[in-house]
């Protein structure tokens, strides 16, 4: 039986200060987040397509919790692998180091490009401006949050011509430990949309919802519940049916976002503002 073609082009980066470790894809292929993307915090990143072997996933990451660099794991997978010659792999380690293999029978236009935190790659492309594309785009903002830096790559890779058979899905993995639900989980972000028109948009879309219900607002940036703003709480909750805070927000799946009466986050607040309108 053939493997799957993955034919897609992907990123997979870090951000050491945030120590953040994630990867981004988006192909022609029905849920390509459930065959590419890899990663584990403080240990790195793994990017695998073309015809994919999934188990250079779990594999890379084993040995790079032993301790390899990207490079290391990237010449162990492949030369233990005899279909080597059509994979694709990216390879970000625990300290930044990054490598990818690009198969000589990989479907063209196919290729990689590497750098500081990342590692960029694709295969079956309209030419190399797509994954030039997740590379300088990239390297150019590293202002922002990995999430959302990785989104702006998927973006710029498929604005540069993408995969050249089309769009139907994408997917976001980001993992920082104990960075995600309530502290207790390492999944920051984990996202897919499987089947699209336009997955990347409704990757962006869903990515803004999660953040809406899970981002962290700084507490000086909290206002005070006190006066007329709790007045106007109290009224709004009212209106909606509800004699607390918490109890709308469990509701309406705000919960990470309220830590006691005192205080409230600005989200919460345009949130609440919005459904009592």
């Not at 493997?3 to 990123?11: C, K, Q």
């Not at 196919?110 to 997740?134: C, D, F, K, M, S």
């Not at 089309?166 to 502290?183: E, I, P, T």
């Not at 927000?249 to 009592?276: C, K, Q, T, Y």
Request: proline letters at 4%; charged letters at 25%.
């Amino acid at each position: 039986m053939a493997e799957p073609v993955v034919a897609t082009y992907s990123i997979a980066a870090c951000d050491l200060e945030a120590e953040q470790w994630g990867v981004a894809v988006q192909s022609k292929f029905l849920s390509v987040g459930s065959v590419v993307p890899w990663a584990e915090p403080e240990v790195g990143a793994i990017a695998t397509q073309a015809y994919a072997n999934p188990s250079y996933g779990p594999n890379g990451l084993a040995l790079l919790r032993e301790g390899l660099s990207a490079e290391e794991v990237v010449e162990r997978l492949t030369t233990e692998d005899e279909g080597r010659d059509d994979r694709q792999l990216g390879i970000v380690d625990s300290r930044g180091g990054s490598a990818s293999w690009t198969g000589p029978g990989c479907n063209e236009w196919a290729g990689h490009r590497t750098g500081p935190g990342y590692a960029a790659q694709g295969n079956i492309l309209v030419g190399e401006e797509t994954v030039a594309a997740l590379a300088t785009t990239f390297e150019g903002n590293s202002a922002l949050p990995l999430a959302s830096r990785l989104i702006e790559c998927l973006a710029a890779a498929q604005a540069a011509g993408g995969d050249r058979r089309g769009q139907q899905s994408a997917s976001l993995l980001v993992v920082q430990r104990n960075g995600g639900y309530a502290g207790l989980s390492d999944l920051l972000v984990d996202l897919r949309v499987d089947d699209h028109e336009r997955p990347i948009q409704e990757l962006r879309r869903i990515h803004e919802i999660h953040h809406r219900l899970f981002g962290i607002s700084p507490r000086e940036d909290w206002l005070p519940l006190e006066g007329s703003l709790r007045e106007e709480v109290e009224e709004q909750l009212a209106r909606l049916g509800y004699d607390s805070l918490d109890a709308w927000a469990g509701v309406e799946n705000l919960e990470e976002r309220v830590d006691g009466a005192d205080a409230i986050d600005p989200v919460v607040l345009d949130a609440l503002r919005e459904a009592s309108s």
